[in-house]
């Protein structure tokens, strides 16, 4: 089994009786992330996907805004008590020799379920935006609802886990292009916009990010800085999130249902609002 996904033994209680069997649980393991060298941050993740995971990260964070940015992203001395490689430390080499700004060194860990925290202040993610807000898409309220239909069928390791997050980057018409899985969703996302930094792909004028979770602040401000002009949630916004959204011509779409949504800012891409 890859580490994508575990095996464990558990006790289920089931008919009014304990069971003893083997059950699927989503991989977490740390990821150090170093730029010349030099630490940056540690993020807990699913392994899988760490090169897209890592540029996301340095994109969100200012340190890159192109994949030539990067010379190389390779894995390095990570070791268990075995000696053997863990492949959980990566170390990135940027173009021209740059090193890693001071100002971007971490002095906390991040966690699967709030990430390596970013700015804190809209007015800082605003500058640090390269992107103008897209004018499209437009998306029937059709498209909307289908969205986190199609996002679920891309949910492999979700069917065999029950216990993981995705992102999803869709077309307007509601169909769904690239689907990353982590324990974190704020790693999903950054999964999703490091594959689409390398492959030439930002900004996302065009593009639709949905993401299975709730929409904090830190997934608005990703979806912000890879220019890409709709979120749409499966579950609920933070009051932090709405207001970056609104700030930023962020069209914000939570609550995403069977047959319901809320939009929370920027209507005008939602047909017949």
């Given at each position: 089994?890859?580490?994508?996904?575990?095996?464990?033994?558990?006790?289920?209680?089931?008919?009014?009786?304990?069971?003893?069997?083997?059950?699927?649980?989503?991989?977490?393991?740390?990821?150090?992330?170093?730029?010349?060298?030099?630490?940056?941050?540690?993020?807990?993740?699913?392994?899988?996907?760490?090169?897209?995971?890592?540029?996301?990260?340095?994109?969100?964070?200012?340190?890159?805004?192109?994949?030539?940015?990067?010379?190389?992203?390779?894995?390095?001395?990570?070791?268990?008590?075995?000696?053997?490689?863990?492949?959980?430390?990566?170390?990135?080499?940027?173009?021209?020799?740059?090193?890693?700004?001071?100002?971007?060194?971490?002095?906390?860990?991040?966690?699967?379920?709030?990430?390596?925290?970013?700015?804190?202040?809209?007015?800082?993610?605003?500058?640090?935006?390269?992107?103008?807000?897209?004018?499209?898409?437009?998306?029937?309220?059709?498209?909307?609802?289908?969205?986190?239909?199609?996002?679920?069928?891309?949910?492999?390791?979700?069917?065999?886990?029950?216990?993981?997050?995705?992102?999803?980057?869709?077309?307007?018409?509601?169909?769904?292009?690239?689907?990353?899985?982590?324990?974190?969703?704020?790693?999903?996302?950054?999964?999703?916009i490091g594959a689409a930094l390398m492959s030439g792909g930002l900004p996302l004028a065009e593009s639709v990010l949905v993401t299975s979770s709730r929409a904090s602040f830190e997934l608005v401000q990703k979806a912000v800085l890879a220019g890409c002009g709709v979120l749409v949630?499966?579950?609920?916004?933070?009051?932090?999130?709405?207001?970056?959204?609104?700030?930023?011509?962020?069209?914000?779409?939570?609550?995403?249902?069977?047959?319901?949504?809320?939009?929370?800012?920027?209507?005008?891409?939602?047909?017949?609002?």
């Open positions: 089994m890859s580490r994508t996904v575990a095996r464990t033994r558990i006790r289920s209680y089931r008919d009014g009786r304990f069971v003893l069997r083997e059950d699927a649980v989503a991989g977490e393991e740390p990821l150090e992330i170093r730029v010349g060298g030099t630490s940056m941050a540690v993020t807990m993740r699913t392994p899988g996907h760490d090169v897209e995971l890592v540029h996301g990260f340095l994109h969100a964070e200012g340190v890159i805004a192109a994949a030539d940015d990067v010379v190389v992203a390779r894995y390095c001395d990570g070791v268990d008590d075995q000696g053997r490689n863990t492949y959980n430390v990566m170390d990135v080499a940027l173009a021209g020799g740059r090193v890693l700004d001071p100002s971007r060194q971490r002095t906390v860990d991040g966690t699967s379920a709030c990430g390596v925290c970013g700015s804190a202040s809209i007015d800082a993610i605003a500058q640090r935006s390269r992107h103008d807000s897209p004018e499209g898409p437009r998306l029937t309220p059709e498209a909307v609802l289908q969205l986190p239909r199609s996002l679920r069928d891309g949910q492999t390791s979700f069917d065999r886990t029950g216990g993981i997050h995705a992102t999803g980057l869709a077309a307007a018409d509601g169909t769904m292009t690239l689907v990353r899985e982590d324990v974190g969703r704020h790693n999903a996302m950054d999964k999703v949630a499966v579950s609920a916004p933070s009051s932090l999130a709405v207001e970056l959204a609104r700030d930023r011509g962020l069209t914000l779409i939570g609550f995403t249902r069977d047959a319901s949504f809320n939009v929370y800012s920027g209507a005008h891409r939602v047909l017949g609002t």
